[in-house]
């Protein structure tokens, strides 16, 4: 007799966890007992080590620039230059203003024919000190804050907080501070009000609890020595002078801000997940990055990385991803073999690499379920963002949509197709319509986040490596 045939296998579209492709047991990798065949865990673990490093000591764009760059000198890259000589296989990066950044390796092809681009952002929600931050309150010193990006108020008191930035001198200086991120530093917090006292506040809309002018940083409560006004003030002022040399003018050309004091740290007891502030979206950036400093030689075509900023604020500004740099930067590769700049972006194609809502059975109700990225389902893509009646979204065509199937599954990457949020539940977009509208393929990708925009972040280690893996087959195809 005739066997049955499996249609179930053979017709259903059925995605697995990712743990069953690694062929684990799902004893952490470590522990003794564990058997399993180690090349492609041991593999996402180192990843997911380096990631960690990456992210503890990047919490601004500024120090994502820096970093990046160093583990690029380390990997062959050099400074672009115009005019400088570029041929197939040359390693070169491209700092905007210390705040975004493009690395590219050349390809055999020429520019014309088409260049693989992965743009990520690197600027994270947080608290930007004011122009004018400092003032004292009864006798408490403390910074007035601007907040950045999309956050939830009340989520931000009542946390360590650390300070970073730079502050710009009229002589042409710019000094880098960071205040706690070295464990003998002092932080930072944000008041809020005890329970016992909180009935008013506690009744409000949650929107409504916290208000952005009395997200106040505490900074120093002792008196300097005099029998002057403002003494706490004037006490911190002679500490920052002492340290840096500035005066309280200098907060004027300065970009300082405050952000979660938390140590990036695997979580869960089978150490299958990472919490971090701003994995959304560094966990992005490094995936990008490392895939691009781990390719060997020439690839076909000429790969780019790029690392954006102000995607958090709408991508304006001459660091976001509407900036004329990103032209004058391909153009310049372009030059470099007689090819047009309009040629290479209609040939080329862009990940837009961003991270997307990980399904979170605690909120059921905001998503719907089949077409939610879940947490070790693989890197997610999406084929529009946008909001409503799929407003303000790049949508990827079908046939870049199949293409971007056929490279994954031929690299063995595992992805996922997902949508953030219920229809009408909210939206949000990222810089995918950007490079769309520049007559780029582009389509989004990128890593499931639980907690999105909160001050702790968490990612799927499992995510985080097949976005990395993701990168490199987009680069190398
Ligand atoms: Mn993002
Ligand atoms: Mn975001």
Same mark, same amino acid.
């Given at each position: 007799?005739?066997?049955?045939?499996? %249609?179930?296998?053979?017709?259903?579209?059925?995605?697995?966890?990712?743990?069953?492709?690694?062929k684990?047991?799902?004893?952490?990798?470590?522990?003794?007992?564990?058997v399993?065949?180690?090349?492609?865990?041991?593999?996402?673990?180192?990843?997911?080590?380096?990631?960690?490093?990456?992210?503890?000591?990047? =919490?601004?764009?500024?120090?994502?620039?820096?970093?990046?760059?160093?583990?690029? @000198?380390a990997?062959?890259?050099?400074?672009?230059?115009?005019?400088?000589?570029?041929?197939?296989?040359?390693?070169?990066?491209?700092?905007?203003?210390?705040?975004?950044?493009? *690395?590219?390796?050349?390809?055999?092809?020429?520019m014309?024919?088409?260049?693989?681009?992965?743009?990520?952002?690197t600027?994270?929600?947080?608290?930007?000190? &004011?122009?004018?931050?400092?003032?004292?309150?009864?006798?408490?010193?403390?910074?007035?804050?601007?907040?950045?990006?999309?956050?939830?108020?009340?989520?931000?008191?009542?946390?360590? $907080?650390?300070?970073?930035?730079?502050?710009?001198?009229?002589?042409?200086?710019?000094?880098?501070?960071?205040?706690?991120?070295?464990?003998?530093?002092?932080?930072?917090?944000?008041?809020?009000? !005890?329970?016992? !006292?909180?009935?008013?506040?506690?009744?409000?809309?949650?929107?409504?609890?916290?208000?952005?002018?009395?997200?106040?940083?505490?900074?120093?409560?002792?008196?300097?020595?005099?029998?002057?006004?403002?003494?706490? @003030? $004037?006490?911190?002022?002679?500490?920052?002078?002492?340290?840096?040399?500035? =005066?309280?003018?200098?907060?004027?050309?300065?970009?300082?801000?405050?952000?979660?004091?938390?140590?990036v740290?695997?979580l869960?007891?089978?150490?299958? $997940?990472?919490?971090? %502030?701003?994995?959304?979206?560094?966990?992005?950036?490094?995936?990008?990055?490392?895939?691009?400093?781990?390719?060997?030689?020439?690839p076909?075509?000429?790969?780019?990385?790029?690392?954006?900023?102000?995607?958090?604020?709408?991508?304006?500004?001459?660091?976001?991803?509407k900036?004329?740099?990103?032209?004058?930067?391909?153009?310049? *590769?372009? @030059?470099?073999?007689?090819?047009?700049?309009?040629?290479?972006?209609?040939?080329? *194609?862009?990940?837009?690499?961003?991270?997307?809502?990980?399904?979170?059975?605690?909120?059921?109700?905001?998503?719907?379920?089949?077409?939610?990225?879940? !947490?070790?389902?693989?890197?997610?893509?999406? &084929?529009?963002?946008?909001?409503?009646?799929?407003?303000?979204?790049?949508?990827?065509?079908?046939?870049?949509?199949?293409?971007?199937?056929?490279?994954?599954?031929?690299?063995?990457?595992?992805?996922?197709?997902?949508?953030?949020?219920?229809?009408?539940?909210?939206?949000g977009?990222?810089?995918?319509?950007?490079m769309?509208?520049?007559?780029?393929?582009?389509?989004?990708?990128?890593?499931?986040?639980?907690?999105?925009?909160?001050?702790?972040?968490?990612?799927?280690?499992?995510?985080?490596?097949?976005?990395?893996?993701?990168?490199?087959a987009?680069?190398?195809?």
């Amino acid at each position: 007799m005739e066997e049955k045939k499996d %249609y179930r296998a053979e017709l259903f579209y059925e995605p697995k966890n990712g743990y069953d492709f690694l062929k684990g047991c799902g004893v952490p990798t470590g522990y003794d007992g564990c058997v399993c065949p180690p090349t492609e865990r041991e593999l996402m673990d180192k990843y997911c080590s380096e990631y960690i490093r990456f992210l503890d000591n990047s =919490r601004t764009e500024r120090e994502c620039v820096v970093n990046a760059i160093e583990l690029a @000198k380390a990997e062959g890259f050099t400074e672009f230059v115009p005019g400088m000589e570029l041929k197939p296989g040359s390693r070169v990066y491209y700092n905007n203003r210390g705040k975004a950044l493009m *690395l590219a390796v050349l390809g055999s092809e020429p520019m014309s024919r088409g260049i693989n681009i992965a743009a990520a952002h690197t600027d994270s929600p947080r608290l930007d000190l &004011k122009q004018l931050p400092l003032y004292e309150d009864s006798e408490l010193a403390f910074f007035k804050t601007h907040y950045y990006g999309g956050i939830k108020k009340y989520q931000w008191t009542a946390i360590p $907080l650390e300070l970073h930035g730079s502050i710009a001198l009229k002589s042409g200086e710019t000094l880098d501070i960071v205040i706690g991120r070295d464990k003998s530093d002092p932080i930072f917090t944000v008041s809020d009000l !005890l329970p016992h !006292l909180a009935g008013e506040q506690m009744a409000k809309k949650m929107s409504e609890g916290i208000k952005a002018e009395s997200m106040n940083i505490l900074i120093g409560s002792a008196p300097y020595d005099d029998d002057g006004s403002d003494r706490v @003030k $004037l006490a911190v002022l002679a500490y920052l002078n002492s340290q840096y040399g500035i =005066r309280e003018e200098d907060f004027i050309s300065a970009e300082l801000c405050a952000v979660p004091a938390f140590d990036v740290r695997y979580l869960g007891l089978d150490r299958s $997940l990472i919490g971090g %502030y701003g994995h959304d979206d560094r966990v992005c950036t490094f995936a990008e990055l490392r895939a691009i400093l781990d390719i060997k030689g020439a690839p076909r075509r000429t790969a780019v990385c790029i690392f954006a900023d102000k995607e958090e604020t709408g991508s304006d500004g001459v660091s976001g991803m509407k900036s004329g740099a990103f032209e004058w930067f391909i153009h310049q *590769l372009c @030059k470099a073999d007689g090819s047009e700049l309009d040629d290479c972006f209609a040939n080329s *194609l862009c990940v837009s690499a961003d991270v997307t809502a990980a399904f979170d059975p605690n909120y059921p109700d905001v998503s719907e379920k089949r077409n939610s990225a879940r !947490l070790n389902y693989g890197v997610a893509l999406c &084929k529009f963002t946008g909001s409503r009646g799929k407003s303000g979204t790049n949508d990827a065509p079908a046939e870049l949509v199949a293409k971007i199937r056929r490279i994954l599954d031929n690299n063995s990457v595992q992805w996922q197709m997902c949508e953030m949020g219920k229809v009408d539940q909210g939206g949000g977009g990222t810089v995918a319509m950007f490079m769309g509208n520049r007559n780029i393929d582009t389509i989004d990708a990128g890593v499931p986040v639980l907690s999105m925009h909160a001050p702790y972040e968490v990612v799927a280690a499992y995510d985080c490596y097949m976005t990395y893996k993701c990168m490199y087959a987009v680069y190398t195809d």
